[in-house]
């Protein structure tokens, strides 16, 4: 598996033609950004991408996690955001219809 590093200028690279993106460190993660929204985040080495009642269910058909984390509590929390497909991961020929189905998302 890639590092956040290595897979953020994975994504970086992917969404070239998207207009500005910017990739912002937090939460020992990195979320991505389009016109101030956040739409995608790496964390633990692994890319989510925003979902909601719209697109959540293309990414369960896939079998595809949502982002969860523990707090220090022990509180287990899920996000709105799932697992990236493989295929997005791809140099060159990487399938780019995900990523333009977790924008709508960010802006409702």
Avoid: W
Avoid at 27 to 37: A, D, E, I, Q
Wanted: aromatic share 12%.
């Amino acid at each position: 598996m890639a590092s956040s590093s290595e897979l953020t200028d994975l994504v970086m690279e992917q969404l070239t033609g998207f207009g500005l993106v910017l990739a912002r460190s937090m939460f020992g993660g990195v979320g991505f950004f389009h016109h101030n929204l956040m739409f995608a985040l790496i964390a633990y080495d692994e890319l989510y991408f925003k979902t909601d009642d719209q697109n959540r269910g293309q990414f369960e058909s896939e079998n595809l996690q949502p982002f969860c984390y523990e707090s220090k509590g022990g509180k287990r929390s899920v996000m709105s955001y799932h697992q990236a497909p493989d295929r997005v991961r791809c140099r060159g020929n990487a399938d780019l219809g995900p990523i333009r189905l977790c924008r709508s998302p960010a802006r409702r």
